[in-house]
């Protein structure tokens, strides 16, 4: 699986990590269809970090295809909804 973190980069993840990643992508998810900002900074957070705990760094020439994209770190709410309604990159 891979994975982008907006504005830093991409990691390949083994299959390991997903089942604990895509339970946060949709705990993600819910908070941001809630509006729950304290839910969406948790979410947020503990996916990056899942991914860059577990994951490896895909070297900056490489380009693959992401099976997620997530926002960068700091995120606020109203980006992810910006760029949900521009582009729907994020999440699964």
């Known amino acids: 699986m891979i994975v982008r973190i907006l504005g830093e980069g991409q990691y390949r993840l083994d299959d390991s990590a997903q089942g604990k990643l895509g339970s946060l992508d949709t705990k993600l998810g819910a908070a941001v269809e809630r509006d729950d900002t304290e839910a969406f900074g948790e979410a947020l957070n503990g996916a990056l ?4 705990e577990t994951g490896t760094l895909v070297p900056a020439d ?8 997530l926002p960068h770190e700091g995120a606020s709410l109203d980006e992810v909804r910006k760029l949900l309604a521009e582009d729907g990159i994020i999440l699964n």
Do not use: K
């Open 49 to 52: 970090r899942v991914v860059r």
């Open 62 to 69: 490489t380009l693959e295809p992401s099976d997620l994209i």
